[in-house]
Every structure is written in C-alpha cells, then in structure tokens.
C-alpha cells in the first residue's frame, strides 16, 4: 500500500490551479509561461520555505505521468513531413555543434572543480525544451510560419538528441546493452505505428463517433500508446522520456491528415490540465533552494549556466541560418533554441543520485533553466514582433 498525504496533494493540485489563473491574469503585463509559475509556487510552498506540502511516492507516482506526458506532446507537435529537407538538416548539424560546444565547456568546468562530470553538465546545456515553448509559440501565431517549422526543427533535435544520450550513456546498463535494448524498443513501436496505423485507417468513422461521448476512442487510444511505451521503455531500462517522445510521434502519423481540434482539445486538457503540472510543482517541492542559496557562488553559477544555455544553443542559430533569416531573426531563434528546463531537470536528477553531481549544481542549473524559460522566449517573441502575422500572411507559405 502506498501511503497517501491527501493534504500535500491537494496543495499540489491548488497550486497548479493557482498558478494557471495567475498566468492569465498576468499575461497582459507579463506573459510567464505557466510551468514557471507551477516551479515557482512549488518551491514556496514546498519543505524549504512553507512546509506546506512534500512530495511522497503518490505524488511522485503522478509526477512521472506527467513528464511522460509532456514529452508525448513534444512528440506529437513534430509533423516530420513539415520539418524534413532542409530545416532537419541544419538542425542535426547545429545540435552536434551544440553538444561539441557543450562538451568542451564542461570539460573546462570539470577541470576547474566546478562540476565533477563534464558528460551530465553538457547534456544538460544541449537541450532545447520545445514541449515547454509550442504554447507560448502557437499563442504568438508562430508555428503557423517558416520561422516556427525551423523552430520546430531545432527544437526536435534538441529534445530527441538528449533523450537518446540519456538512453545510451546515463542508464545502469552499458551502452552495448543499452543499444541492443533501443533497437529493441525501435523495432516495438515501428510495429506499433503500423499496427496504430491500420487501426485509424480502417475505424476512423467509429472513432471520430466516440470523440462526444463517453467512449472517448482515440483519447483513451493515445493514452494508452503513452502509458505502453513509457512502460515498456522502463521495462527495458530505458528512460520513460523515450517513450513519450515516441508515443507522440507515433499519434502524429497514425492521425496524418485526420488531426479534428476536438480531438487535441481534450488531449491537451487531459495532459495540460491534470498530469502535466504535477511534474512541474514536484520539480518545484523538490527544489533544493538551500544548496543554492548557502553559497553566494552558487548564485553566480546560475547566471554562469544561464549564459552558457545561450552560448551552446545560440550559437549554431547565428552561425548555421545566415541564408535562412536575417540576424533579428537568428537572434530570436538563439533565445528559443536556448529555453531549457524539462530535460535539466530530469538530467541533473539522474546526476545526483547517481553522485555524479552536487546538489549545488544542479540548483545552479534548475535555476538557470527556470531563468530561460522566463526570460528566452519573451525576448524571442520581442525580436520576432510583428513579424509571425506578416509572415504567415505571406502568398505561398502554409505549414504542411
């Protein structure tokens, strides 16, 4: 039996409540993404200010279904048709210069003695959060055009490449056994896709029937695919991270062409609005403000980390698009690309329970995260202006 402290849940879920309706009332004066107020007011209310919650193994428990499910959006928002060609290509090559950046600054930090493993730092510096971002990037009208499908891309690879690294390198196996276990996997949900296919092409009248009843076909369907791969991910001793990410593709092309706004409606009000913040004010309840605060240093570490997320992800922004965009719009593309927060939190995680890095550190580097999530995509948006209308005004582009 599982123990269940109702009032640390209820708080959980207050606070989700809370900081939704302050995003809305704050969106005029301050666009805040809501996730940073979920993190923000789970610290304040967490064991190291309030006391008023603690995280146990129940609210962790649906902590884990949200990140699960927060990856499965970042998943099925990659339309592969839209971002193939061009796009994919420079994203490939900028997140490799990313990670060869990244790399190289924390072997410089480890040298120092500011951090102990220069792989955990720079993974952690190579994300992109684009599950955080396409909220705020579809409000903004800009995954309607040719700067949001680049975006998108980059973003993508981003994700996807970290995930991959966590996979192969982070888990307890080796990275022989890990692999043999991806292809394993690969091979699983390349069935699934067909299988998931097959079962819209042929039932899609019957399925398209139950999306205002109660038999909810194709909610119930999508979840199920999440929950089977995380699962079956975890079972392999991958990261369930995969098996969100891969379950939202695997929607996205089941449902090519099928995509009705009731359908994404209710999936995103099942992820968004009950799983999805429970990992988002966990991560807060789990904040380690003291490591943070004991040492002024550690301060000066998260703007440290918050420059280098710019460095490493802007970089290849401003170098790789100059025949893409102009340099207002590589600059916009350099502050989205370096929004982070979903994959440091779960890298620098993995880091401390496996002692590969100091609670201090990963403070600094949550901290920075939060930092660029509240930061990057409001200077993004600035630099961009009015240019995501004009440019999805223009004769010829439409997003395939």
């Known amino acids: 039996m599982i123990e269940v402290d109702g009032t640390s849940f209820l708080v959980v879920v207050g606070v989700a409540l809370v900081a939704a309706v302050l995003s809305a009332r704050l969106?005029?004066?301050?666009?805040?993404?809501?996730?940073?107020?979920?993190?923000?007011?789970?610290?304040?209310?967490?064991?190291?200010?309030?006391?008023?919650?603690?995280?146990?193994?129940?609210?962790?428990?649906?902590?884990?279904?949200?990140?699960?499910?927060?990856?499965?959006?970042?998943?099925?928002?990659?339309d592969l048709e839209r971002i193939r060609g061009v796009p994919l290509k420079l994203a490939a090559v900028g997140w490799i210069i990313s990670l060869a950046l990244a790399y190289a600054i924390g072997g410089i930090l480890a040298a120092l003695g500011i951090v102990i493993s220069l792989l955990f730092v720079g993974t952690a510096m190579s994300t992109t959060a684009i599950g955080t971002l396409i909220p705020i990037l579809s409000d903004a009208g800009e995954m309607k055009t040719r700067f949001?499908?680049?975006?998108?891309?980059?973003?993508?690879?981003?994700?996807?490449g970290p995930i991959l690294l966590i996979t192969l390198f982070f888990s307890a196996t080796s990275p022989v056994t890990s692999a043999l276990l991806l292809f394993a996997f690969v091979v699983i949900a390349v069935v699934t896709a067909v299988v998931a296919t097959r079962s819209v092409v042929t039932g899609w009248d019957a399925i398209e029937r139950t999306l205002e009843t109660s038999g909810q076909i194709a909610i119930r369907g999508s979840?199920?695919?999440?929950?089977?791969?995380?699962?079956?991910?975890?079972?392999?001793?991958?990261?369930?991270?995969?098996?969100?990410?891969?379950?939202?593709?695997i929607v996205r092309l089941a449902l090519k062409g099928r995509e009705v706004p009731v359908f994404e409606s209710k999936l995103t009000a099942v992820g968004y609005g009950f799983l999805i913040p429970f990992f988002f004010v966990t991560s807060g309840l789990n904040f380690d403000i003291a490591a943070l605060v004991e040492d002024p240093v550690n301060l000066?570490?998260?703007?440290?980390?918050?420059?280098?997320?710019?460095?490493?992800?802007?970089?290849?922004?401003?170098?790789?698009?100059?025949?893409?965009?102009?340099?207002?719009?590589?600059?916009?593309?350099?502050?989205?690309?370096?929004?982070?927060?979903?994959?440091?939190?779960?890298?620098t995680t993995i880091a401390v329970e496996q002692k590969e890095m100091r609670s201090s550190t990963s403070a600094s580097l949550v901290g920075a995260a939060i930092l660029s999530t509240m930061i990057f995509p409001l200077v993004g948006l600035k630099l961009r202006g009015d240019r995501s209308s004009a440019a999805a005004a223009e004769p010829g582009w439409a997003p395939s």
């Open 27 to 78: 969106a005029r004066w301050l666009p805040l993404p809501v996730v940073v107020l979920e993190l923000i007011l789970g610290i304040i209310v967490g064991p190291e200010v309030l006391g008023l919650a603690a995280p146990d193994d129940f609210i962790e428990f649906f902590a884990s279904l949200g990140l699960g499910m927060l990856f499965f959006f970042a998943g099925y928002e990659i």
């Open 148 to 160: 949001g499908t680049f975006l998108l891309a980059a973003g993508a690879i981003g994700e996807f």
């Open 300 to 347: 000066l570490k998260v703007v440290m980390f918050l420059a280098l997320f710019l460095v490493v992800r802007g970089t290849p922004a401003m170098l790789l698009y100059r025949k893409v965009f102009d340099a207002r719009d590589r600059m916009a593309l350099a502050f989205f690309s370096a929004t982070q927060l979903p994959l440091v939190v779960a890298i």
């Open 223 to 249: 979840v199920f695919v999440v929950f089977a791969l995380a699962a079956l991910a975890s079972e392999l001793g991958l990261d369930l991270l995969l098996g969100g990410f891969v379950a939202g593709i």
